[in-house]
């Protein structure tokens, strides 16, 4: 049985690093040490709260129930021919490392996800997505444990239902199933997609294109553009970009000529709530130790010593900023607790 502790505090689980405690946590590296920890008689009907790299969470209260630390290891390889891969990870490996290993076996799909903060395990569960690229794309399995039964059930991709910044695991499954393992499946014969914002030409500077010059690349853009976690707390984009119909999006240009947009299927437009945010002023805002940072004001951040409900505080304000400028209703990508 793994080692519960009591009455711990969860600053150093979380990359916004506020200070929230847990009634109960415990890691596990197992789903028998997992199956053991839920069936403990001592934690009852005791709320769970499963957490991996805590990059894409805000407390903002202490958890009076049992925290879960998944710590599940492992990169086994299923299937190999001279065009493909397929790996099954373990859901507590840590997410940039898995891409280092996938670029050094030259096994492409992950290289432009390089440097994202957190867990293989969590990486499905809001289809995380960075130039141009999302986790969806090389997902074939997600293995999980039901929360109530702990018996276990696999989705493929397509039941995922994969979405921008979001899958089954984040609405209808959400807190009902843990995930143990993903299975991945990479190409050894890669096609480069390096066609967004400036990674192309971030890449061509570097002479040769390959997986390791995007990955170097991108890591060279994101060092440039976010906060390291372990200088600044933050979990990312704190919201997510929002996508409206035509009718709205044309009103939107009326009034304001220079808005950005994506255009998507259906005739929809995603437009970056980093620049709704930048354009009422916000970037660069700073309360107390709660702020908005200064080169991305999608990008929340802990200054220091802001506790979870101060930057909870500084993001509805912004909402409604948002909201009463352009009357678009912001949703959070950070799961606020
Ligand atoms: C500086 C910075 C940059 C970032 N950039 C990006 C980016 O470019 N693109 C992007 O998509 N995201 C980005 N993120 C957000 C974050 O890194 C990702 O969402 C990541 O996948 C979260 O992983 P985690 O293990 O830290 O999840 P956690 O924060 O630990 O958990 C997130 C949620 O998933 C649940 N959960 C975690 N593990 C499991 C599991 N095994 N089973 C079931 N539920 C689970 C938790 O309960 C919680 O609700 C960034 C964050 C930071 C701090």
Redesign the pocket.
Known sequence: MPRIYQDISLKPY??FGVEAKARYLASFSGEQELRDLLNDSQFGEMPV?????????LFTRDFEGLVLV?RIGGIEMLEEDDQYCVIKVG??EN?DELVDYCVNNGWGGLEN?SY????V???P??????YGTEVKDTIQMVH?LNRDSLFPVAYNNHDCRFDY?NSI?KNRL??K????HVTFKLSKKPQYNIHYGSLKETVQEKGEINLQTIRDSVIEI?RSK????EETG????FFKNPVVGQKEFKKLQAAHPDIPSYTLAGKRHKIPAGWLIDRLGWKGYREGDAGVHTRQAL?LVNYGQAGGREIYQLSQRIGESVKSAFGIELEY?V?VL
Do not use: M
């Open positions: 979380n990359t709260l499963l957490l991996g790299g805590g990059s894409n969470i998944n859901a507590g997410w996800l994202i903060p957190g867990s395990g969590a990486s569960i809001q289809n995380i997505g960075a999980t910044r695991f959400k807190d199933r843990i995930i143990t994101r976010l906060p390291e976690p933050s979990a990312g984009s990008v990508e799961n």
